[in-house]
């Protein structure tokens, strides 16, 4: 079993900054391909960043060349680092852990871009 807490969003203007964290429980972290999802309102939830256990990552293409993810394996921690935000990446952010049999999630946060 692991425990997905998200943290970092908010409310922030059009071409701003968030960092979003998503800390894992448990001592397996390494193998979990970490992903970050979204969910606007009326919406289905979406891929927006995915990192392998080994590093390999990959982005929708409307957040490519704007949003990092990376993962320290030490800290049990994932990382989406979001910048130049528009309007329409406002939604609820949610964190997954996967491997090929299971697959977890966080509670999601709120990012709202909007000036």
């Known amino acids: 079993q692991v425990q997905l807490v998200e943290s970092g969003g908010g409310l922030v203007q059009p071409g701003g900054s968030l960092r979003l964290s998503c800390a894992a429980s448990g001592n397996r972290f390494s193998i979990y391909t970490m992903g970050w999802y979204r969910q606007a309102p009326g919406k289905q939830r979406t891929l927006v960043a995915a990192i392998t ?15 990092t993810i990376s993962r320290d394996n030490a800290k049990n921690t994932v990382y989406l680092q ?4 528009k309007p329409e990446d406002t939604a609820v952010y949610y964190c997954n852990a996967a491997t090929l049999l299971y697959e977890y999630w966080g509670q999601g946060t709120q990012v709202t871009v909007s000036s």
Do not use: A, E, Q, W
Not at 53 to 67: A, E, I, L
């Open 82 to 85: 979001m910048n130049s935000l």
């Open 53 to 67: 256990s080994h590093g390999s990552t990959n982005y929708v293409d409307s957040v490519k060349g704007r949003f």
